[in-house]
């Protein structure tokens, strides 16, 4: 069976969506790989909520653990009380550079590579989600990246940030 996902705002605890958004309103697939790609607007959507805005967010799997302490994970605990609908959709150029303030990395989304077919992964859905390989159009790869930065303060910038190391995120699929 195939894993869906929410892109998630989370609260200051991490137990909680503060807000999320749903890849369907953006004509995306649910599952990670459907809508992990550069120029999706369903990311695009997304990135705008962080854009110069750091907060604590997650891709959260419906096949993830539950919340520490709590009979359900993030994915079942996003509600229509805290469904987003972002108007704007950020561009390569606002949102050249995902930052991560917790760890004081960036990724250069300029520098991520292209499959043989031309596609490049979108970093931000890979880099935050919280259960990769629990379901069919997970990523299929292998790499440390994949989670790396769930549940972190990320924020994307079109300005590269200073005194944070740059973090190479070079997956294909």
């Known amino acids: 069976m195939g894993q869906y996902f929410n892109a998630i705002v989370l609260n200051d605890n991490k137990k909680q ?54 009979k359900t994970n993030l994915y079942d605990r996003c509600k229509e009380s805290t469904e987003v609908i972002p108007t704007k959709i950020t561009t390569l150029k606002e949102s050249r550079y995902i930052i991560n303030h917790d760890k004081k990395e960036f990724v250069d989304k300029t520098k991520v590579p292209t499959d043989a077919d031309g596609w490049r992964i979108h970093p931000l859905p890979l880099l935050t989600c919280n259960s990769n390989g629990r379901g069919g159009g997970d990523f299929r790869g292998e790499s440390e990246l994949v989670g790396k930065w769930a549940y972190d303060k990320i924020s994307v910038d079109s300005k590269k940030p200073k005194d944070y190391t740059e973090l190479i995120f070079d997956l294909v699929e």
């Open 17 to 70: 969506p503060k807000a999320w958004v749903y890849s369907h309103k953006f004509g995306s697939g649910l599952k990670l790989m459907e809508h992990s790609w550069m120029k999706n607007t369903f990311v695009g959507a997304f990135e705008s909520l962080i854009f110069r805005n750091p907060e604590n967010i997650v891709w959260g799997g419906d096949y993830a653990d539950n919340v520490k302490g709590c």
